[in-house]
């Protein structure tokens, strides 16, 4: 209902509520009411009303979106566990023991110092959770894109009906784009963290090892990846991916290191280069050979290259255990036709635990 000839009704009571610089309290005959200042909304301004809906109302009024509200949440805090304390200082001194004096020193002095630690620490998440509250288009935008990237998520689930009416029910201020929106997104961050990774390097007084995997994928396709592990400044181990090619099955040794060759002089690392690491044993013999042609031509190598190559330990091992495999292949064949002959029958079975029992 509307409320004519409104008038500021005399504040015959201090308001210490900080909810107040958010409502005007005004009177009607012998009702009061308190008037949002945002939304012009009236709610119920008696004394005997109190003011947690007048809370519960900020809390929820969409046109307060430049004000902090985790202020009135704090205060509401802060006055909730003033009254508590003389209450749990009581509590804390009828279980007085043999060790009185201990008891009162426990209470004058560690519980204040925890109020104000617990205080600190929920004001703190009231900041972060509701702090702020100002709706921001971009950088929900970005966070959107970073979550895709994250978890491996298709961008066509930004189409999804599902998807848009659970964002639409959470948010309805944000604005899906469409999933080629969301690409463009996706290179923008991803161009960012790559300028990072350019100049964390650049600015690196130490040298780098390169790490060239191959990889395969069911469907037949190949990949390269580069991966840069360096020291940094705090004496922390380093470990970021460069560069993860697509490879054509046609490429040669030739080609292999060219690309290579251009990773290299893109990231500019040529001559903070210390070592490669390859995966292969031999494979690779051409191309590392190629590679460290066109290195000894800008700057001579450390221990003239002797220190270059290194080949990965854990591909070695593995190749140590095929070969051995493959060396005992007749004799597991003949273990394992062995057990299956004993277990197709019961008699046999019976018969080979009698022999072991002898």
């Not at 270059?308 to 394992?336: G, N, P, W, Y």
Request: charged share 30%.
């Amino acid at each position: 209902m509307e409320i004519l000839n409104e008038i500021p009704a005399k504040k015959t009571k201090r308001l210490t509520s900080v909810v107040w610089n958010h409502f005007e309290r005004v009177r009607k005959a012998d009702a009061q009411y308190a008037v949002c200042v945002h939304c012009k909304k009236k709610l119920s301004g008696s004394s005997n009303s109190g003011t947690t809906h007048l809370r519960n109302h900020l809390l929820r009024c969409l046109k307060r979106s430049n004000y902090d509200v985790s202020q009135i949440l704090s205060a509401k805090r802060k006055r909730k566990e003033t009254s508590q304390s003389p209450l749990r200082q009581s509590n804390l001194g009828l279980t007085t023991t043999y060790e009185e004096g201990k008891v009162k020193d426990e209470i004058l002095s560690p519980i204040p110092l925890k109020f104000d630690q617990e205080l600190k620490k929920e004001e703190s998440n009231q900041t972060i959770n509701l702090g702020s509250v100002k709706f921001d288009q971009e950088r929900s935008r970005l966070d959107l894109a970073r979550m895709i990237m994250l978890h491996g998520y298709p961008l066509a689930m930004v189409d999804h009906v599902g998807f848009k009416i659970f964002v639409k029910n959470l948010q309805p201020m944000f604005e899906v784009n469409n999933n080629g929106a969301i690409e463009l997104d996706c290179m923008t961050i991803y161009s960012k963290e790559k300028q990072k990774v350019y100049e964390a390097i650049h600015h690196l007084h130490g040298r780098i090892n390169l790490a060239v995997d191959m990889w395969g994928s069911p469907e037949s396709s190949e990949y390269i990846c580069l991966t840069a592990n360096y020291i940094d400044e705090d004496w922390r181990l380093q470990k970021k991916m460069l560069n993860f090619i697509s490879l054509d099955p046609s490429h040669t040794d030739d080609i292999l290191s060219e690309v290579i060759i251009k990773s290299l002089t893109d990231w500019a690392i040529d001559r903070k280069l210390f070592s490669m690491t390859f995966d292969d044993c031999s494979a690779y013999e051409v191309m590392v050979f190629r590679i460290k042609d066109w290195l000894s031509q800008n700057r001579p190598l450390l221990k003239n290259g002797d220190l270059f190559d290194v080949r990965c330990v854990t591909h070695l091992l593995k190749s140590i255990v095929q070969e051995v495999m493959e060396a005992c292949r007749d004799v597991t064949h003949k273990i394992r036709e062995s057990v299956r002959h004993v277990k197709c029958s019961k008699q046999y079975s019976e018969n080979l635990m009698r022999l072991l029992n002898k």
